[in-house]
Structure formats: C-alpha cells, structure tokens
C-alpha cells in the first residue's frame, strides 16, 4: 500500500497549479505583468515513495501528460567522479550540470508528450556538442579553428536531410557522369558550403551564440573565435561558473522559443503545461544546491520567463533553515499564494532567494491513523492531474483555415467582426457564439443580472465556487441521461426546467440568496441522480435545464419566452419546477408559462392566490391559510398553558411591498386565524429591506421594523415577512427590549435565518420560534433518499447538514422533481406508449393523491381534498425554536410525514 502523507492533497493541487499553463500570458495570473515560477523545494525525510506518485500524476496528466524528468543528483555526481575524476572540483560542477541539462533536453525532445509538443534544443545542442569536442589542452591555433569548423560543417549536412543525401558517398557515385559537371560541383560542393557559411550568419542559435551575456571578458569577436573557447574552455581558463550559466541560459531559451506565443506558431500555443524538471536530493555535496542557485541567477539575470518548474528535494538537515523559512501545507494561506503576495510588493528588487519556495513535507501516516482514509482520498483525486485543452485553432487544419480566412477578409471586416463579437460577449453575459449556453441566456443593464436558460453548466457569471459546481453537476449528469437515452432508446428522455429567483447577484445585493438557489438545484440533481441510476428498461432517463429569472422573478416573463422558444425544437420539456418567490413578477411568470403549455410543479411558494391563476399550477409547499392555522393553534396552546404568550394579543409584521404577496397574504391569514382563537390583531407595515432592486416598496404610513415590537413585552408578536427584515427586527429587539424581549413567532421564510448558522449565532441572547416545512433532522448517513445522494454528489454539503436543511429548499426541489416522476410512472403503468407530453403529465399530476400520494422528503404530498389538487392537503409544517443562538429544535409537528405523530393541538 502507498504512503499516505499529511496534507499530500495540497502539495499536489500546487504542483497542478504550477504546471498549468494559462490560456493567456503565464503565471502567475494572480499578479498580472510579474511572470515567473518559483522553485518549489520539497523538503523532509521519506520522500522516495513521494517522488513517485508525482511522477505518476505527472505522466497520468488529462488530457495529455505533462513534459517532466526526475533526476537523481547523487548518481550524477558519482557518475562525474568515476568517469571525470581528473577534473578540477569546480570543472566537476560544470561537468554534473551538462548531464542533468543532457538528460532533460532528451526528455524533452522525445515524443513521449507527443510529436508536436518536442522542444528542438537547437542553442543548447550547439552549446554542447562544442563543448563535447575538447579533445587537447594545447593552445588553440589556426589549425584547431579548421578543424573545428569542419566537424561543425558534417554536423550541419547530417542533422538536415537534404544537404545529408547530397553529401552522402552514395549520391557522388550515383550522379557521377550523369549530369554536367558544373551541375556535379555546384550541388555536392558549392552549394553546401555556401548554405553552411550563409547560416553561421543567419542561423538564430550562432546569433544567439554572440549575443548572450555570459563568458566575459573577452570579444568573441567572431564565431569561430568564441566557438574555439568552448571547444577548450579549461586551457583558456575560463570561469566554470560562466559557462554553467552559458549552458542553462542555452538550455533555457531553447524552451523560451517553444513556448513563445505567435499566431502563426501553432505548437507553442498546445504546449497548455510547462516543463518539470526534478532534482532529487540535492545537496551541498552533490553540487546540487549550486546547480539550482545557477538557475536561479540566470533567470534573475536575464529578466525572462522561463517556462520551467524546477522541483527539488532534500532532508531536512540539508536545508538552509536560517536564510529561508520553510512554509508548512497546513498553513491557511497557502505557500503559493503567499508567494505571489511577496511577488506583488517585490518590484524589480528580486533577489536570488526570491524563487525559492520551500516547502515542508510531512512524514507519511501510520498504518491505522484515523485520518488514513480521508487523507488517501483527498490524495488520490488531487493526483489527477488536469491541464488545458490546447484551442482549436491550434490544428493543422485549423490553422490552414485561418490563414484561408485572413488572407481572403479585409482589415474593415475584421474589424466589424470584432465589434460585433463584443456586441455579442456584452448582450450574452459575455459568452462567445460559440459556447452552447450563449444565445439563451443575456444581461440585464437594470440590475447586471445574467438571465436565461442553461443546459451545459453555465453559471449566470456567478462566482460562487459550489453554485459553479452544482450546475456543472446537472450539465454532467444531463450528458448522461443524453447517453443513456440513445443506448437504451426505450427509456424515455424527459426534461424539466427548474427556475430559481437568482442565481447572479444584481449589483450592491447580498450573497445570501445565491445558496438558497444552490440547496434547490442540490435537491433537483440529487433526484436526477437517482433517476438516472434506474435499472427499469422504460423507466425515463431525467434532463434538468437550470432558468434564472432574476431577483424577485422579475425576468420571469422572458424566462418562459425563452423556455417555449426552447419547445419548438426539443419536443422532451414536460414541466417546470422552482418559482421562488411568492411575487407579483411570479404570477406573472405563471401565467406566460401557462401560455406556453407547461405545467409547474413551484417549491418553496406559499401564497394563497397563486394557484387561482393557472390551472397548470401545483405547488409541494402548504399555503400560507395552513401556515397560519397552524400558527394560531400553536399560539392558543401557549396562552392556554400560560407559556411565553402572556395576554392574547398579536402584533403581525407585514411587509409595504406591494409586489410580496407572500407576506400580504399570510398576515391576512394569520389575522383570521388568531382572530378565531380569541386574540386581539394589531397590524404593523414596516418598510421591507428585502424588496427586489428597483421595486416599489412602502406606502405612506409605513414603519421601520422593529421600534413597536417592546411596547407591549406580554403580548406576542407574529412576523410574516423576509428573513432579512426579521433580522432587522432581531437587531431592534436585543437593542431596546433588554432581557425581557416579548415572544416571536416568524413564517416560514424565517426558516432561511434558522439554517444560517452565522447569521443566527449573531442574536445569542435572543429566543424566538418558526414555523417550518422540514422535519427535524437530516443526515448524510441516514436513510432518505435525498442526502444519502447528495453525500455521493456533494458530499462536502454533508457536514452543515445539521442546520441548513431546516430552509427545506433542498427538500422541496427534491419532492418537486419526485412529483412529476410520480406522475410519468402513473402515465406509463395506465397509456403504455402514450408521448409524454406537457399535457399528458399536467393531467397525471392530478393522480398524486390517496394511496397514489408521494411520501417525500419534505412530508406527504397529496393533491386530493378540497383544495382542487393544486395544492398538498395537511401539509407538514414544524415549530422551531432558537434559544441564544444555537441549534434549532422542534416544539411540535403538524401535518403527514412518514411515521411522524403531529401534536395535540394541531388544527
């Protein structure tokens, strides 16, 4: 079994950082104009078996391996002393590094990474092969120059194929007698000898050769005068430190030219990963401490971006503690960023230690560590390697085409082309025509919202890691159901459109609704999940197309424009689930879905009237009407007990936004309800901070919420309005009520406050009840069917778990979702053959009721009753309590859920 090191994940997610190349410019990205990588030094006993699960991530690299040698420095070096003992220390330095770039550039030039990515080491090569010639000690003279001009001329015609075949001693014979003698002397002879002479002019590695800083004092002067110093370096007793820079330099800008980003240079731009050069176990003694420094220098010295990540390793005795702190992975700021921090404030003032980036590797775990497993999975998914796909126009054919096209298009249509791609990026949230998502989905210059319709994991520019992820989720998961339905062609391909509130922030608004967006897009994957893993030959393989509307739904209406559009060619959309939001921009919304023919299945709506304007419209969540029978009875049994209610009186909070029928009817309801029990309503409209942008909210007369809330501390208060209005009021409360705050009893909404543990942990001196539509657990490891599937999707959901089930959006998706595949199951088992159509599963969603009932996450959902199946009768809805900030716990349950027994005073 392989060692499992401590916090090896990191180390590896690093060295995938570091070896990706971007697709612009080079690293680091994260400090624009300041191009540069560090060299990463592993320092710590143990690493052998380290070394090779890098090399083996490295070369299992997707989609292509990345270019990479290991070099073990201590063989080197015995190599150098057993065959070269003869040479001076210092020579034997120079000696071990021309083996190490030896051996890196033939690892390079392979075709092991593929053909077109070999780097052509045409400087170094030179470099090289001259220095490979010293052959005597004598002083260079005139003969040596001839001689050595001469071996470099048969170098030339062998490595060029042509100028090889008209040298060769074949061709001589071959041709002899058969052409005219001038043509004879002219190609074997004149015509080499001038190309020769024309390149040691023109050619870029001998005008390299000139130009380049190092081996100084002394003018060349000419090439055969520099070339004859590196052909007998040690009788001109050049400095060896010179010309292990001239080698690296050689070395390094052979690897510049291949990575050098022209248009017409299509190899440079494949190469989406730098080189890696490991140097293990260097050492003082090994020179291979020097061997790193000189690269260093060279880069420091040059000023140029070297495509190279050098990796070393040492013992920790063998480094340099005091001139260099090692940084630990555990650290929160990780190594590489915190040397990009120092790269920012650096300047040009970059010394040599600046590169280095030292970091510690711990010894590996113990044989039964507890955290053994969850480190070796860490480790093992953070070893796949991930690089760039190379671009398209990258390929020959590509490329052909684009010169095809620059050379056939004027420069004023180029340029109206460019504009109206920008036209294009601006109006459609700034994707190219090219990407699959781009023409459903645009930008809203109102509130710089990104709306639409996305299919392929388009995330509505939000920069919300796990949103991000969850979409790519369902775009992954929707490929699959693709698969599944042209392999298995009788499992029907069905697609329902889930439509969230806001799923891109407008600008100047909060954050916060963008979870309650991702929790239901969890819910609706976690069910697609399970549909998708069915083994029945007819069961429906589910597609999700992911809808913003906006905030408030107030691009609901274009939403569904686009959504019918959508229908014309992909016949598959039956339904649609989400609707958040009890608003007037959601009616409106239903209604223009109506027209398009597309039942709903909305989840966490709880507005009486919404189902008055559809018949295609149901709903999994209660009503507000039940939301505030259950409240009234839940307050007549405190008053009767004498507990927290005091007098019967109610102050109901209301919201002044007119386009919240959410919160204007439930505190109509919750005023004829506690009526019926004898209590005294007083209203209170406050100013709702929680309107959508740009939205009308208040009316004349209306209050800030929260000063009338301590006037009366024996009465209760009832709040039926956003969570971030009550936090408002929580705010007012613990400011002027001191210890005795009267009793609070918010709507469900507040329920979203309740599974925040940040934001609740805020008002630890407060206590307060909600109502709920959630049961009163949920756990990865239990046995529902919803997070017992998220723990597979998204498991890194599982430990807040705890407290942020209790907002039921996850929940509600999940049994949305279940209802219309509750319905298509009864379509199948009674129409055998019948198309599933938005009309036929409309009518099937009328079936979900009685022994036929869906017994969900969120509680039982049955549409029978007198409610005129549109919405669920005796609908699960819980009492919370939160006391000084902590953990929500249930004081009572109403409505069906499984096993569950509701209270006695439940209406």
Same mark, same amino acid.
């Given at each position: 079994?392989?060692?499992?090191?401590?916090?090896?994940?990191?180390?590896?997610?690093?060295?995938?950082?570091?070896?990706?190349?971007?697709?612009?410019?080079?690293?680091?990205?994260?400090?624009?104009?300041?191009?540069?990588?560090?060299?990463?030094?592993?320092?710590?006993?143990?690493?052998?078996?380290?070394?090779?699960?890098?090399?083996?991530?490295?070369?299992?690299?997707?989609?292509?391996?990345?270019?990479?040698?290991?070099?073990?420095?201590?063989?080197?070096?015995?190599?150098?002393?057993?065959?070269?003992?003869?040479?001076?220390?210092?020579?034997?330095?120079?000696?071990?590094?021309? #083996?190490?770039?030896?051996?890196?550039?033939?690892?390079?030039?392979?075709?092991? &990474?593929?053909?077109?990515?070999?780097?052509?080491?045409?400087?170094?090569? *030179?470099?090289?092969?001259?220095?490979?010639?010293?052959?005597?000690?004598?002083?260079?003279?005139?003969?040596?120059?001839?001689?050595?001009?001469?071996?470099?001329?048969?170098?030339?015609?062998?490595?060029?194929?042509?100028?090889?075949?008209?040298?060769?001693?074949?061709?001589?014979?071959?041709?002899? &007698?058969?052409?005219?003698?001038?043509?004879?002397?002219?190609?074997?002879?004149?015509?080499?000898?001038?190309?020769?002479?024309?390149?040691?002019?023109?050619?870029?590695?001998?005008?390299?050769?000139?130009?380049?800083?190092?081996?100084?004092?002394?003018?060349?002067?000419?090439?055969?005068?520099?070339?004859?110093?590196?052909?007998?370096?040690?009788?001109?007793?050049?400095?060896?430190?010179?010309?292990?820079?001239?080698?690296?330099?050689?070395?390094?800008?052979?690897?510049?030219?291949?990575?050098?980003?022209?248009?017409?240079?299509?190899?440079?731009?494949?190469?989406?990963?730098?080189? +890696?050069?490991?140097?293990?176990?260097?050492?003082?003694?090994?020179?291979?401490?020097?061997?790193?420094?000189?690269?260093?220098?060279?880069?420091?010295?040059?000023?140029?971006?070297?495509?190279?990540?050098?990796?070393?390793?040492?013992?920790?005795?063998?480094?340099?503690?005091?001139?260099?702190?090692?940084?630990?992975?555990?650290?929160?700021?990780?190594?590489?960023?915190?040397?990009?921090?120092? *790269?920012?404030?650096?300047?040009?003032?970059?010394?040599?230690?600046?590169?280095?980036?030292?970091?510690?590797?711990?010894?590996?775990?113990?044989?039964?560590?507890?955290?053994?497993?969850?480190?070796?999975?860490?480790?093992?998914?953070?070893?796949?390697?991930?690089?760039?796909?190379?671009?398209?126009?990258?390929?020959?054919?590509?490329?052909?085409?684009?010169?095809?096209?620059?050379? /056939?298009?004027?420069?004023?249509?180029?340029?109206?082309?460019?504009?109206?791609?920008?036209?294009?990026?601006?109006?459609?949230?700034?994707?190219?025509?090219?990407?699959?998502?781009?023409?459903?989905?645009?930008?809203?210059?109102?509130?710089?919202?990104?709306?639409?319709?996305?299919?392929?994991?388009?995330?509505?520019?939000?920069?919300?890691?796990?949103?991000?992820?969850?979409?790519?989720?369902?775009?992954?998961?929707?490929? #699959?159901?693709?698969?599944?339905?042209?392999?298995?062609?009788?499992?029907?391909?069905?697609?329902?459109?889930?439509?969230?509130?806001?799923?891109?922030?407008?600008?100047?608004?909060?954050?916060?609704?963008?979870?309650?967006?991702?929790?239901?897009?969890?819910?609706?994957?976690?069910?697609?999940?399970?549909?998708?893993?069915?083994?029945?030959?007819?069961?429906?393989?589910?597609?999700?197309?992911?809808?913003?509307?906006?905030?408030?739904?107030?691009?609901?209406?274009?939403?569904?424009?686009?959504?019918?559009?959508?229908?014309?060619?992909?016949?598959?959309?039956?339904?649609?689930?989400?609707?958040?939001?009890?608003?007037?921009?959601? +009616?409106?919304?239903?209604?223009?879905?109506?027209?398009?023919?597309?039942?709903?299945?909305?989840?966490?709506?709880?507005?009486?009237?919404?189902?008055?304007?559809?018949?295609?419209?149901?709903?999994?969540?209660?009503?507000?009407?039940?939301?505030?029978?259950?409240?009234?009875?839940?307050?007549?049994?405190?008053?009767?007990?004498?507990?927290?209610?005091?007098?019967?009186?109610?102050?109901?909070?209301?919201?002044?936004?007119?386009?919240?029928?959410?919160?204007?009817?439930?505190?109509?309801?919750?005023?004829?309800?506690?009526?019926?029990?004898?209590?005294?309503?007083?209203?209170?409209?406050?100013?709702?901070? /929680?309107?959508?942008?740009?939205?009308?909210?208040?009316?004349?007369?209306?209050?800030?919420?929260?000063?009338?809330?301590?006037?009366?501390?024996? #009465?209760?208060?009832?709040?039926?309005?956003?969570?971030?209005?009550?936090?408002?009021?929580? &705010?007012?409360?613990?400011?002027?009520?001191?210890?005795?705050?009267?009793?609070?009893?918010?709507?469900?909404?507040?329920?979203?406050?309740?599974?925040?543990?940040?934001?609740?942990?805020?008002?630890?001196?407060?206590?307060?009840?909600?109502?709920?539509?959630?049961?009163?657990?949920?756990?990865?490891?239990?046995?529902?069917?919803?997070?017992?599937?998220?723990?597979?999707?998204?498991?890194?959901?599982?430990?807040?778990?705890?407290?942020?089930?209790?907002?039921?959006?996850?929940?509600?998706?999940?049994?949305?979702?279940?209802?219309?595949?509750?319905?298509?199951?009864?379509?199948?088992?009674?129409?055998?053959?019948?198309?599933?159509?938005?009309?036929?599963?409309?009518?099937?969603?009328?079936?979900?009721?009685?022994?036929?009932?869906?017994?969900?996450?969120?509680?039982?959902?049955?549409?029978?009753?007198?409610?005129?199946?549109?919405?669920?009768?005796?609908?699960?809805?819980?009492?919370?309590? +939160?006391?000084?900030?902590?953990?929500?716990?249930?004081?009572? *349950?109403?409505?069906?859920?499984?096993?569950?027994?509701?209270?006695?005073?439940?209406?």
């Amino acid at each position: 079994m392989e060692p499992v090191f401590t916090h090896a994940d990191r180390l590896f997610s690093l060295l995938n950082r570091l070896v990706r190349r971007p697709r612009e410019g080079e690293l680091p990205r994260e400090v624009p104009d300041r191009d540069g990588i560090p060299v990463l030094g592993l320092v710590g006993d143990r690493q052998d078996r380290l070394v090779e699960q890098i090399r083996r991530a490295l070369g299992e690299a997707q989609p292509r391996r990345v270019p990479h040698e290991i070099i073990d420095v201590d063989e080197r070096w015995d190599e150098v002393n057993r065959e070269r003992g003869d040479l001076a220390a210092d020579w034997q330095r120079s000696e071990v590094c021309r #083996r190490v770039l030896v051996q890196l550039a033939q690892e390079y030039s392979s075709e092991r &990474g593929g053909h077109d990515r070999r780097v052509r080491f045409r400087r170094f090569g *030179l470099v090289n092969w001259l220095l490979e010639m010293t052959c005597t000690d004598e002083e260079p003279d005139s003969r040596h120059d001839q001689d050595m001009l001469s071996r470099l001329r048969d170098r030339e015609f062998q490595r060029r194929p042509v100028l090889g075949f008209l040298r060769a001693p074949g061709t001589e014979v071959a041709l002899q &007698g058969k052409v005219p003698w001038w043509a004879y002397v002219f190609g074997l002879y004149v015509l080499p000898l001038m190309w020769f002479r024309a390149w040691r002019v023109l050619g870029g590695e001998y005008r390299w050769l000139l130009r380049q800083p190092y081996m100084a004092p002394g003018d060349p002067g000419t090439f055969a005068g520099f070339a004859l110093r590196l052909t007998q370096p040690r009788w001109g007793r050049e400095d060896p430190d010179q010309v292990v820079k001239l080698m690296i330099n050689a070395f390094l800008e052979d690897l510049r030219v291949a990575y050098r980003r022209r248009p017409w240079r299509r190899r440079a731009a494949r190469r989406t990963a730098y080189c +890696v050069a490991f140097l293990k176990g260097v050492s003082d003694d090994n020179r291979g401490r020097e061997l790193v420094r000189s690269f260093v220098e060279v880069r420091r010295e040059t000023g140029a971006f070297d495509p190279l990540l050098i990796v070393t390793s040492c013992a920790e005795g063998e480094h340099d503690h005091e001139r260099m702190r090692v940084r630990s992975l555990a650290e929160e700021l990780s190594p590489y960023e915190a040397w990009c921090e120092r *790269l920012r404030g650096a300047g040009r003032s970059r010394d040599a230690d600046f590169w280095y980036l030292p970091v510690r590797v711990p010894a590996p775990l113990p044989d039964g560590h507890p955290d053994l497993a969850a480190q070796s999975e860490c480790t093992s998914a953070a070893r796949r390697f991930t690089v760039g796909r190379p671009p398209l126009w990258a390929g020959r054919a590509a490329t052909a085409g684009v010169v095809a096209l620059v050379l /056939a298009l004027v420069a004023a249509t180029v340029a109206a082309t460019v504009e109206r791609d920008d036209r294009w990026r601006f109006a459609h949230c700034g994707q190219a025509r090219s990407k699959a998502d781009a023409a459903t989905v645009t930008w809203e210059k109102g509130t710089r919202e990104c709306v639409g319709v996305a299919s392929h994991g388009f995330a509505f520019g939000s920069h919300d890691k796990r949103l991000t992820e969850t979409l790519q989720v369902i775009a992954d998961q929707n490929e #699959r159901a693709e698969r599944l339905h042209r392999d298995f062609d009788k499992r029907p391909l069905v697609t329902l459109v889930h439509v969230s509130a806001m799923l891109s922030s407008p600008d100047g608004q909060s954050l916060k609704a963008l979870s309650y967006a991702r929790e239901q897009l969890q819910g609706v994957a976690s069910a697609q999940r399970r549909q998708l893993d069915g083994q029945g030959e007819t069961e429906p393989v589910l597609r999700i197309l992911s809808a913003n509307a906006g905030s408030g739904m107030r691009y609901g209406v274009r939403v569904a424009g686009m959504v019918r559009k959508l229908m014309e060619d992909d016949p598959t959309i039956v339904g649609v689930t989400g609707l958040d939001e009890s608003r007037e921009d959601t +009616v409106r919304t239903i209604g223009a879905l109506t027209r398009a023919g597309l039942p709903m299945v909305a989840t966490t709506p709880s507005a009486d009237t919404l189902d008055d304007h559809s018949p295609l419209y149901h709903q999994v969540s209660p009503q507000n009407a039940r939301e505030a029978e259950v409240a009234a009875a839940y307050a007549d049994e405190l008053a009767e007990k004498g507990e927290k209610v005091k007098k019967r009186e109610v102050l109901v909070l209301y919201s002044a936004d007119r386009s919240d029928a959410y919160s204007r009817t439930l505190w109509k309801d919750v005023e004829s309800a506690f009526k019926e029990k004898g209590f005294t309503v007083t209203p209170w409209e406050f100013v709702s901070e /929680a309107a959508p942008v740009g939205s009308f909210s208040g009316t004349p007369g209306a209050h800030s919420a929260g000063p009338d809330v301590c006037r009366d501390k024996k #009465r209760m208060v009832f709040f039926a309005g956003r969570s971030e209005d009550f936090e408002a009021i929580l &705010g007012a409360v613990d400011q002027t009520c001191g210890t005795s705050e009267p009793f609070i009893l918010g709507g469900d909404d507040v329920a979203r406050l309740g599974a925040d543990m940040k934001r609740r942990a805020y008002f630890r001196r407060l206590e307060y009840d909600f109502l709920d539509f959630t049961r009163n657990t949920a756990s990865c490891d239990g046995a529902g069917n919803l997070y017992s599937t998220m723990k597979v999707l998204f498991q890194e959901e599982c430990p807040s778990l705890v407290t942020t089930y209790l907002d039921g959006h996850a929940a509600l998706a999940f049994d949305a979702v279940g209802v219309y595949l509750k319905a298509i199951s009864y379509l199948q088992e009674s129409a055998r053959g019948m198309p599933l159509t938005p009309h036929a599963v409309w009518q099937a969603l009328g079936t979900v009721h009685g022994e036929r009932a869906l017994d969900g996450e969120s509680g039982t959902i049955d549409f029978g009753g007198e409610t005129g199946g549109h919405t669920p009768i005796d609908k699960l809805i819980s009492v919370q309590r +939160v006391v000084n900030g902590g953990l929500p716990t249930q004081k009572g *349950l109403c409505g069906r859920v499984g096993d569950g027994i509701q209270a006695g005073w439940c209406p």
